[in-house]
């Protein structure tokens, strides 16, 4: 067993969590409800962890984890039909409802 993940937002730990498991692999959370311990334990030792049970899926996990993680379109970009521009979370024009080519 080895730890592959931890963050202090419990829900991107779950996203995790669930991206990781969609895949076949087998994990579990440790520290899911240790938040409300804070103060007798370190807030760092509280963080919600993804751990998992066979280490030779390392590496595929490693990579799915990097690929959910990995921030995308960035840039605010300009809709072709209208001249509006969108920000980077859209796939169609606000204005125009045209598709992002």
Same mark, same amino acid.
């Given at each position: %067993? =080895?730890?592959?993940?931890?963050?202090?937002?419990?829900?991107?730990?779950?996203?995790?969590?669930?991206?990781?498991?969609? /895949? $076949?692999?087998?994990?579990? %959370? =440790?520290?899911?409800? +240790?938040? $409300?311990?804070? $103060?007798?334990?370190? +807030?760092?030792? +509280?963080?919600?962890?993804?751990?998992?049970?066979?280490?030779?899926?390392?590496? =595929?996990? !490693? +990579?799915?984890?990097?690929?959910?993680? /990995?921030? !995308?379109?960035?840039?605010?970009?300009?809709?072709?039909?209208?001249?509006?521009?969108?920000?980077?979370?859209?796939?169609?024009?606000? /204005?125009? /409802?045209?598709?992002?080519?």
């Amino acid at each position: %067993m =080895k730890k592959i993940y931890t963050h202090e937002n419990i829900f991107i730990v779950h996203n995790i969590k669930n991206i990781i498991e969609a /895949q $076949g692999i087998e994990i579990f %959370m =440790k520290n899911e409800f +240790a938040p $409300g311990v804070i $103060g007798e334990i370190s +807030a760092f030792d +509280a963080w919600p962890e993804i751990w998992i049970l066979h280490d030779n899926d390392e590496e =595929k996990t !490693k +990579a799915i984890i990097a690929s959910a993680t /990995q921030v !995308k379109n960035t840039i605010d970009w300009l809709c072709k039909h209208c001249n509006e521009t969108n920000d980077p979370s859209f796939d169609i024009c606000w /204005q125009c /409802q045209q598709a992002r080519d």
